[in-house]
T-cell receptor
Framework: ETGVTQSPTHLIKTRGQQVTLRCSSQ?????VSWYQQALGQGPQFIFQ???????GRGNFPPRFSGLQFPNYSSELNVNALELDDSALYLC??????????????FGPGTRLTVL | AQSVTQPDIHITVSEGASLELRCNYS??????LFWYVQSPGQGLQLLLK??????LVQGIKGFEAEFKRSQSSFNLRKPSVHWSDAAEYFC????????????FGSGTRLQVQP
């Protein structure tokens, strides 16, 4: 069983640019969540996708957007990058079913550096 | 809104010593509680979870945690720490809705002395 994978591993961008991060969910998981982890902090919830629809959003501006595809993989897009967007971006997938509420399996993350 | 507090930013223990990492949560209903571990440059690995039932839960790598509703706590314990346990530990609470979002504490960095 393949776990959650993310690409790229590392990325360097400059202020004002746009970036797309990718995530493949674990087999059988139909829900994908994205988190931002700034240096020395715990992860913060950005948003979640369930069956290709946004299913909740944290306190992040609209320049953070996402997509989920029919195979449940997902993209996180960030427009007009700011220095404070430098962080580790984590993708997590969840299996369906009420017994699996909130049980999320994390990928290794993408380290984004904005210069 | 729910919140999680991990009062200890950094803890150092000797190898073989016991460990307790503290976690306090704020949530209006019965919480879904988790402990994750993160090694440097890595993602998060689930150590254990509490949804309901027995308040003492066992996890992987010899870790356990106890849910105490009266104290709003979910402390992580291990009887004998190994050098490989050095990592960052995060407590998290789930909101119990279909959204399944997690709120994390700020983490406790564990250092293990030989």
């Amino acid at each position: 069983e393949t776990g959650v994978t993310q690409s790229p591993t590392h990325l360097i961008k400059t202020r004002g640019q746009q970036v797309t991060l990718r995530c493949s969910s674990q087999s059988g998981h139909n829900t994908v969540s994205w988190y931002q982890q700034a240096l020395g902090q715990g992860p913060q919830f950005i948003f979640q996708y369930y069956r290709e629809e946004e299913n909740g959003r944290g306190n992040f501006p609209p320049r953070f957007s996402g997509l989920q595809f029919p195979n449940y993989s997902s993209e996180l897009n960030v427009n007009a990058l700011e220095l404070d967007d430098s962080a580790l971006y984590l993708c997590a997938s969840s299996p369906s079913g009420s017994s699996s509420y909130n049980e999320q399996f994390f990928g290794p993350g993408t380290r984004l550096t904005v210069l | 809104a729910q919140s999680v507090t991990q009062p200890d930013i950094h803890i150092t223990v000797s190898e073989g010593a016991s460990l307790e990492l503290r976690c306090n949560y704020s949530y209006g209903a019965t919480p879904y509680l988790f402990w994750y571990v993160q090694s440097p440059g890595q993602g998060l690995q689930l150590l254990l979870k509490y949804f309901s039932g027995d308040t003492l839960v066992q996890g992987i790598k010899g870790f356990e945690a106890e849910f105490k509703r009266s104290q709003s706590s979910f402390n992580l314990r291990k009887p004998s720490v190994h050098w490989s346990d050095a990592a960052e530990y995060f407590c998290a609470v789930g909101d119990g809705t279909g959204r399944r979002a997690l709120t994390f504490g700020s983490g406790t960095r564990l250092q293990v002395q030989p």
